[in-house]
């Protein structure tokens, strides 16, 4: 028996294989990790850019008050992400309706721009996960605006 058991010790058939189940997985986990940081910083980049073009651009969806056209005016920028159109909490107000403390979006106010208000335009939207076992991710994007007389 310890003849058996010594030369199994010896053996080193397979190690390979062994060694990559251990490491590759890190590896694996790792490079995922960067792919999906790389998602949710580029959709972040992305709805930022699309926010602030639907509230400081002529749009007269924005002005009057009509959410959808909005809604699909920023879900047309937005790349990798799951079915945008109805994901997007998205709201816009007078900025003097905001309190100084935190509030989370409730995507459900959205009012037409008064000439001469400054409104604030604030929108978020989850981000596909690559990695297993990860939680939801979202991100939110938000800009400020008035309509001009």
């Known amino acids: 028996m310890s003849v058996r058991l010594g030369s199994f010790r010896r053996d080193i058939a397979g190690s390979t294989a062994v060694e990559f189940a251990f490491i590759g997985m890190i590896f694996i986990t790792l490079l ?3 792919l999906q940081f790389a998602l949710v910083f ?3 980049i992305y709805l930022h850019d699309a926010v602030s ?3 400081t651009g002529q ?3 924005t002005y009057a008050g009509n959410r959808a056209g ?3 005016q920023i879900c047309s920028r937005m790349f990798m992400l799951d079915n945008c159109d109805s994901n997007l909490l998205l709201e816009a ?3 003097a309706n905001y309190s100084t403390a935190e509030q989370p979006i409730s995507g459900a106010t959205f009012v037409a721009a008064v000439a001469g208000t400054p409104m604030l335009m604030r929108a ?3 981000v596909v996960t690559v990695v297993p076992g990860l939680s939801q991710l979202k991100i939110s994007a938000a800009a400020l605006y008035a309509k001009r007389p």
């Open 59 to 61: 749009t007269t969806a």
């Open 53 to 55: 073009e639907a509230a």
């Open 124 to 126: 978020k939207v989850p």
């Open 93 to 95: 107000q007078p900025l």
């Open 32 to 34: 995922l990790g960067i």
């Open 42 to 44: 580029m959709a972040q």
């Open 70 to 72: 909005v809604v699909s």
